[in-house]
């Protein structure tokens, strides 16, 4: 059996997927600072959070090499 070339793929998107979320957390970072702390919390705690749901198509298709 040949290794799928999907799990090497996946795990490049997933990269790509981090480093284009924390980019734009970080982008939005001046307009966060501007919030009370506990808002900030929440935000960040939405953000660090919220990445994640594209993971379960892609790790699926990972595996499967379908996003459904």
């Known amino acids: 059996m040949t290794p799928s070339w999907r799990k090497p793929a996946g795990a490049f998107l997933i990269l ?3 480093a284009i979320w924390s ?3 970080l982008a939005a ?3 966060i600072q501007r919030l009370p ?3 900030q919390a929440l935000v960040y705690l939405f ?3 919220v990445w ?3 993971l379960k198509p892609l790790l ?3 595996e499967t090499g ?3």
């Open 66 to 68: 379908r996003w459904r």
């Open 37 to 39: 702390m506990l808002v």
């Open 47 to 49: 953000a660090g959070i």
């Open 60 to 62: 699926r298709w990972m």
């Open 29 to 31: 970072s001046p307009l």
């Open 23 to 25: 980019g734009a957390v």
């Open 16 to 18: 790509a997927l981090i």
């Open 52 to 54: 994640i749901l594209p």
